[in-house]
Structure formats: C-alpha cells, structure tokens
C-alpha cells in the first residue's frame, strides 16, 4: 500500500466546519424527536401514514424468540435469525416512539440485550464477519443494530443491560475496522453509514470525525466520506465505476448516509468540498478536477440527464436497470435528497417513479415505500406528498462541474458519455448514446466506443446478459468487446479483458494502465445531432474512432478503425430482435474464426455471406413492438456474418435489475481485414419514408463521403473529415 498522505492522518480538525459541538438528544440516529412528533401529528390527515403504522404494529406482534450458541457454525438459518431479531428490534423501538406503549419498549429492549450478547460472543471470522455474512452485509446490520440502540437510549438504560450493549455494539466497531475496503469502494460507503449510525449513537464525536474526514485504523488507512464526495462522484455527477445501477445503489447509501448526518446536526447535503486533482495515497481510480467544488445533491440530478426521452435508461455495463420507475428499489432516497435540497427536478423524479410504478407490495403507500424497510422508513418522512417538480430536457443546463444539457443533448465529458436526442418531447423519434469513457471500474465490460439506440418509442438495443456475477457466462460473454456494439480486434477484447484473466472485475487501475477515450466534436445544435469520440489505448498500435449522427428519420454511424499494420476488425450491431436477410445475396460456407476465444465461443447458428464494396448489406430487423432497417457499408470488401447471442434465463442476480431480456440477441458482424478500414451503418426506423445509403466514398485514413437517397427522390451528402472537424452534409 501506498504512504499515506499526512489528509489522512489528521483527523482532528473538523475544517470544514461540519460537526456541531455537542450532539443532539437520542434518538438522533435514524430518525429524531422532530420525526416522532411530525409522524404523530399527520397520522390523523394521512392515509398512508396510518397503513404504514398499521403494518408496523402487525409485525411488532411477530414475537421473536432469539438465541444463539457461538460455538455452533455459522449457517443461513443462524444468519437469517440475527437479520429478523434486529428488525423486529427496530420496529418495536419505533413503535413505542410512535405510540408510547410501555409493552414495545420492553419488547425490544428484551431481544436487543440477548442479540448483543450474541452478536459479541460471536468470534470474528473471513475478516469482517460475525453473524451476517461479512461485507456488506455485516455493515448493514451494525448500521440496524445501532439505530435500534439509540431509540431505545432516549429512555435510558440499567447498569447490566448497558455493560452487555456496549459489549455489542464494540463488537460492531471491530466489523466495522476489520473491513478491508478502505478507499474508493461502495463497500467502504456501507462502512461509513455504520460507523456513523455507532458514533451517532454513542455520542462518540471522535469517530463521528473519523468516518466524515478518515483516519488510521490498524496500521491502515481509511478515507473518510468526504473523500468520496471529492472523488468518487465524477465532475460530471456519476459515480466512478461508470454504471447507472450501481451509482443508484451508491447513492442510496449515500442518501442514507447523509440523513443520518442531518439528525445529528451535520449538513452534508448542501455542503460543497473542493473537488480532488490528486491522488491522495491509495485512490482506485484516475478521475480528477477540474478545480471546483462538487456537492452531494448533484448527484441526483445528474443521472436525469442520462435518460432517454421515453424514460428509459441506458444498460451500459451490467447496469440492467432500464426504467426510472425502477429506482423504488431503493427506497426513499430522492424522498430524502429533495427534503434536505428541494430543487424541482428531484421532485420530478419522485413524481415519475410514483407515476410509473404499476406493480406495489403495499398499494395504501408511496412508489418509494415498496421495500422491507418501508414500515421503517415511512417515520423518516417530513412531508405527506411531493409537488410534480419540473425536469425539461430541452432546457439548456449544466450539472456537476462539467456535465453539459443543450440543445436537448446531454454530454458528460467526465464520465465519457453523450445522448442525442433529436426532440426530447417526441418519444418515436432517434436517440443515441455513445460511451468513451475509461474502463476504470469493475463493473464495466470492455466496450470502449459502445453504442445504444432508442427509437420508436422504445429502447432498440439491449446489453450482455448473464444471471449474476457468478455465472460463468458472465466471464465468458458480459466481460468480451463482442457482447458490445462496437468493433473488436483480432478476435480480442479490448484491454483489460485481452490476457486470460478468471476475474469479472477487472480494471485498467490493476494494470497501471490507461483505457480513456477522447471526445473529439459534440455537436447539438441544428436538425441533426452529432458526436464524435475515439480510443487508441485499447488495442496497442490500433487508434478507433466513432462518429454518430441523429437525425429525425434515421441514425449514422461512423466506425474508423486505424493502424499501421494489418487487423481483423469485427464491427458489431446486436439487439433482441430478428434478421431477415434478402434471398440472392451469397453466402460464405467456411469457418472464418476458431470459434474458441472468448466470446465468439457463444455464438449459435452462425451464417456468413459477401459483403460487397459497392452495395453493403441492407437488413430489415423485427423485434415485438416494431421493425427497423441497417445498411451497412465498408471501405473494403469483407464478410457478414449473422449469429444469436447467448439464451436469457429467467433468473435474474443483480439486486435493482428490472430488465429482463425476452429472448435471445441477434448479432450482425461486418468483418474486414487490413491496416485501416472504416465501416459506415444507417440505421431507420420508418419504412419507404426515410433514406437508403447509396455510396460510400474514401478511406478510412482520409475524408469520408455518404450519400443517401430518400425514397421521395431526394438525396444528401454527408462529408467526415479525417481531422477533428464537424462533419456537415448538403443536399
């Protein structure tokens, strides 16, 4: 490990002026007297307050009856045990918060003292691991064990019983400083909100520093939460490991995090840090500056901007979360950004998950009260309903330090992303998206210069697909450059999946290395919508490089790829849908790939045909809601072949997925051989009402020039230059 810089070390200077000098009354941890009083107040006027209520009460009636015996080993049945006892502890502590019966305070404090007990003489094993689990998993129970300690602490508690819950709860710090992720990690954030939910609890100020601002644990160091704040969420406002579904699941924590702090008098919600520029000892990633100051709030704004006019989100990566209905998984936690900062747009987003979310476990409640916790968390709440807010992704705007919304298009320069979108009001018409990012995180599958379509009013393409990080398909299709829509080398993926790894969570921070790509135009104004990035640290000695068009009646695609020596160069296009490939068009009977390097081992029923330099290959694609059309074109003659993807399974491990792929892919690979070759796709989604590619001209080392001719006769001209200039077209 690293020398730790001297930030770390110091963490007794609260610089940043965050922590008031003495903390609240109990309880202050989870919720605080001004939640009670407020929940108490509104029980009479609120309807789903009182079905929440009554849903708390039937399961304080579920008496548990909790032993353990430390020497026994630790099995699911022990792990589910100690979860259920500390939940039933929780809703009993807030129950007789809420309805000042003696009985639940009893209750709870009866299963409380016995689990602490347990818990402490449950020896620490898989070095954070006591009774739940480890990892995350663990923390999660610390933050629960806490929180159920200081509802009870509001009312005090006897000698004996005290000495045995703080026998408890020091056995919860020790989870907490055995857990070995201490840096940039999402582990660490679950590290925090339970070392916070301790130090809150215990009125312990000292540690309540250590978590916010980091500190030295056990000859090793740990950055604090403000570390994350300045780092880990990027300039533009996502999460460094570049992936939707885990930046909501980051931010949850954070949001639970955050409140937590607020019930102790601490403001990290509106509160801006200075934004990182450099690697203050053990970082995992690359990301800094620019010089700014970033703020926990934008962080929910952000990801709004990486949406499709539908309401779909990219899957880029193993996100699978597809629609912004899905994020009640994850509970209240815009409820809780917009409370501490009501800016319009979080509303909004309340407002759509609400909108959209059909299917609910409990329908007297709000979308975001769906989850286990929601007898809970309800008591969290100061407001009984949300305003619609406002979001208008035809509003110029700027979000983050660099994140950019004009002209209806969104780019995050930080991230390494953009979205067109033709007209954001109009759900059928083209949108894109185009990813250069680097391959910083573990959860990212080596696709440099990927592509995702939506149109029709519906999501076209879809993402690699396996059951979970466990199944071996993950590895052996999800973590390949083929699985993506983008152009693959010599049969390779990209780096850092092109050496045998059994690793999914590779990253270009294990290897020292650098996979960024680089925006070269990003063009919204006008009718059509244009952006242009390329890569030349993927492949060695192989520079990519991508442009995309979105007009109103079709999409362009662009595809360079340059070298000074000869390559295999597979450009790929794969979506749930079907091909049909026109009768006269010669077919190709050889083996042209081994069919054994990873990826291309998974293709099923496999065909090939010629693909010619002068005329391409037009396809007509169907799918359930609709058809489209591709008409692909290279500056060599090469080889087109049509394959299926892996088959779906039900099954489903990713927690927060809600996309589940119907059927299997169909994948179009356009292969040709040299030292540079540029492929050129139109993609249209209306028939015998838009263009057809007529002609490609150039090389791939120089100008490029399109045409295409509309079916009512008319025709344009697009030209591509080589330099890094706007490509325009004329009639």
Sequence with gaps: MASLPPAILRNTSDCYGLIPPELPPHPRVFVTPAHIESTRSHLATCPWRRSALSILLERCRQIQDFSDDPQAPLTPAITQAFKNAGFYIMRNALAFHLTRKSHHYHEALRVLVALAEAYARRPLTGHDCRAVGGGMHEQEFVSWLACAYDLLAADGFGDADQRVLDAGLQAGIEVVEANRHCSCSNHNSWGFRANLSIAGAIGDRQRVMATLYGGHVKERGRYGFIHQLRHDLLADGIEWEHNLRHHFLTMATYADLADRGRNLGIDLWNQTFPASLENEGFDLHRDYGPPGDKALWTAFVAPLYQIFPNGEFPLLGDSRLSQIQGLSYWGIFYHLAYEAHPDPRLAWAIHQIELQSHTRRHPDLPAGLQTETADLDFVRLLQDEWPTGRFDLKEDATFGLTGLNQKGCSLFPTHGSALLRVDPDQIETPCTFLFWGPHSGGHQGPGALNLELSAGGHRITDAPWSRSFEDPLHLAWCRTTLAHNTVTVDETPMHPYDQPTESVWESDYWHHTVTDGELLGFYPDGDYKIVRACNDTVYPGVRLDRTVV???????????????????????????????????????????????KRGYSQLRKLQGYRLPVQNGIELKWTDGPGAFWTHSMATTEGTVVTALTPEPDSENGFPGSDHYPLRAGSLLMLRCCGRSVAFATLFTFRPRNSFQLESLAGDAEGDLTLALKGYDGSGQNWVFPINPLKPHWNA
């Design 550 to 596: 979105a007009g109103r009646d079709y999409v362009l695609d662009i595809y360079r790829c340059l070298s000074a020596d000869e390559h295999h160069y597979d450009w790929v296009f794969q979506c749930p849908a079907l091909i049909h490939v026109p009768s006269g068009i010669p077919s190709r009977e050889e083996v042209f790939f081994a069919g054994t």
